[in-house]
T-cell receptor, first 112, second 110 residues
Framework: NAGVTQTPKFRILKIGQSMTLQCTQD?????MYWYRQDPGMGLKLIYY???????DKGEVPNGYNVSRSTTEDFPLRLELAAPSQTSVYFC???????????FGSGTRLTVV | RKEVEQDPGPFNVPEGATVAFNCTYS??????FFWYRQDCRKEPKLLMS???SGNEDGRFTAQLNRASQYISLLIRDSKLSDSATYLC???????????FGKGTTLSVSS
């Protein structure tokens, strides 16, 4: 049982480039989330989804886009990378709104 | 007032010590409470849920005081392997997502 899988684990982008961070879960969870974590800071919610075809903005959505075409996948898109997007990105899923999340191992992104 | 506040530490304790972490939250309507553990350069992992009556899991005890909007985590008989950052987590006002504190760092030494 893989849980939540994120790819890539590391990436260096140049300013203005775009990329997609992949997130897949095999637990049939309806709820999925993207967070970013900057050094010494708490996790900040970027986007979330309560089911296939439904997405909504979190606390820090600017510069990002998401889609949820299937229950399993929740990719995060960066269109024009900026240095401020240098961070560690975590994808998470949960079965409902009451229980805790299962996190992926994260993607460390550096924008130079 | 920040949504979830924790003392960042670090807490440096010897093996076998008892250590307590505290956390306050601003949303009086929060219904879900958790403690997560995060090792250096790793993802957060659920340590335990926190229930109104308080709950215990081995050496770990969590308490919730809704009136004071206060959550605590007590670790007894600390082990070297307990060294990590402990995140206090509550659900947001809409009940949609979880809000994470910045974490409290624990270092257990021999």
């Amino acid at each position: 049982n893989a849980g939540v899988t994120q790819t890539p684990k590391f990436r260096i982008l140049k300013i203005g480039q775009s990329m997609t961070l992949q997130c897949t879960q095999d637990m049939n969870h309806n709820y999925m989330y993207w967070y970013r974590q900057d050094p010494g800071m708490g996790l900040k919610l970027i986007y979330y989804s309560v089911g296939a075809g439904i997405t909504d903005k979190g606390e820090v959505p600017n510069g990002y886009n998401v889609s949820r075409s299937t229950t399993e996948d929740f990719p995060l898109r960066l269109e024009l990378a900026a240095p401020s997007q240098t961070s560690v990105y975590f994808c998470a899923s949960s079965a409902d709104r009451v229980n805790g999340y299962t996190f992926g191992s994260g993607t460390r992104l550096t924008v130079v | 007032r920040k949504e979830v506040e924790q003392d960042p530490g670090p807490f440096n304790v010897p093996e076998g010590a008892t250590v307590a972490f505290n956390c306050t939250y601003s949303n009086s309507a929060s219904q879900s409470f958790f403690w997560y553990r995060q090792d250096c350069r790793k993802e957060p992992k659920l340590l335990m849920s926190v229930y109104s009556s308080g709950n215990e899991d081995g050496r770990f005890t969590a308490q919730l005081n809704r009136a004071s909007q206060y959550i605590s985590l007590l670790i007894r008989d600390s082990k070297l392997s307990d060294s990590a950052t402990y995140l206090c987590v509550v659900n947001d006002q809409a009940g949609t997502a979880l809000i994470f504190g910045k974490g409290t760092t624990l270092s257990v030494s021999s």
